[in-house]
């Protein structure tokens, strides 16, 4: 599949959903978690997961929580149930470009009054995703290393978790983004890293791949110009299907390759494995019979990985592919089959 440009940009195509609907999410976001695991958010009683499990952030504002408060207010109570078991796990909070700073902060915020750690995600690379779905970023490297700075300074002191620009590598090593980009690329990411790696609760995973596009061996030294040294570690699955044990084993293999650093999976969907009929490029918008995978937590099969998280946030359309709504939109009736498909 290496050079597959279909299987180069399903990570960045997907990650696009949570994007595009982060800003909605930050109304408010500062007031949230107010009290810690004692305090219920009014309409859907959201509550944080115990921490010494799942040290992350639930947000009690999400699209999942407001979901299950409707659900609940028109009497659909079994829907409500399995639209909670999204609502009750964090999720990434993706930093849209629009006031990075405020966002950051409001999410660092809410988290650190929660007794938690925010999880952030960053997706602004200047050409992201090759001008496919999720096209656009920063407009050059001036404004991406603005976004960082705004980030850094809203995050401050706070704990949070970043994983940085999802498929941001692996477009360099697949031949999707173009030659003339590459320099700047691992500046701006290995800037990044140095700038959010300095602040003194913020641990950085720069992302990786997954497992279904080729092999660590084609990503390894990438990664190193990248920065990786610096890092914390690397992401992988990010917005994928891909299997938690076949995460592992790929996350495994690429770790050996650069020094042993830990790893961080993206279990939000992956509970069935990948989708493998109709057409190979359109695998990844939206595939049916999918499920939730692991909850999020920090308690994990192998010492390498750091935690499972939810990256991508289960039930927001992936694009207008297969009956969804546009990327990044909530989908209810995608978001119960989820549920659904992780009570078999």
């Not at 409500?80 to 915020?109: D, H, L, M, V």
């Not at 096209?135 to 002191?157: H, L, M, N, P, T």
């Not at 299907?241 to 790929?250: G, K, L, R």
Request: hydrophobic share 35%.
């Amino acid at each position: 599949m290496y050079g597959s440009r279909g299987v180069g940009t399903t990570t960045a195509r997907r990650a696009s959903a949570a994007v595009l609907g982060a800003a909605l999410l930050i109304t408010g976001c500062s007031s949230s978690g107010e009290g810690g695991d004692e305090k219920k958010d009014a309409a859907a009683g959201i509550t944080q997961q115990p921490k010494e499990a799942d040290p992350f952030w639930v947000n009690p504002d999400s699209h999942a929580a407001e979901q299950v408060a409707h659900l609940e207010k028109a009497g659909k109570k079994d829907e409500a149930a399995r639209i909670r078991k999204i609502a009750q796990q964090p999720t990434g909070e993706w930093i849209s470009p629009e006031n990075p700073e405020e966002q950051a902060r409001g999410f660092t915020e809410a988290a650190d009054k929660a007794g938690r750690t925010a999880l952030l995600v960053l997706y602004n690379i200047p050409h992201r995703d090759c001008g496919q779905y999720s096209q656009g970023g920063a407009a050059d490297g001036d404004s991406y290393r603005a976004f960082i700075d705004g980030v850094a300074k809203g995050i401050g002191d706070r704990a949070a978790t970043v994983v940085l620009e999802p498929d941001a590598v692996l477009h360099l090593v697949d031949g999707c983004t173009p030659d003339e980009f590459h320099e700047e690329r691992y500046d701006l990411l290995k800037g990044a890293i140095a700038k959010l790696t300095a602040l003194k609760n913020t641990k950085v995973y720069l992302d990786a791949g997954n497992a279904g596009w080729g092999h660590p061996d084609q990503i390894f030294e990438p990664l190193k110009w990248a920065g990786i040294d610096q890092a914390d570690g690397f992401a992988v699955n990010v917005s994928n299907f891909y299997t938690t044990e076949d995460s592992i084993a790929y996350g495994k293999q690429l770790s050996a390759k650069v020094g042993g650093k830990h790893f961080v999976i993206d279990t939000s969907r992956n509970g069935n494995g990948p989708y493998t009929e109709g057409a190979a490029d359109e695998r990844w918008c939206n595939p049916p019979g999918r499920a939730l995978g692991e909850t999020p937590t920090t308690r994990t099969a192998d010492p390498l990985v750091d935690a499972y998280l939810w990256v991508k946030r289960p039930g927001e359309s992936d694009g207008e592919c297969k009956g969804g709504p546009k990327a990044g939109a909530w989908w209810t009736e995608y978001a119960l089959k989820l549920a659904q498909g992780s009570e078999k």
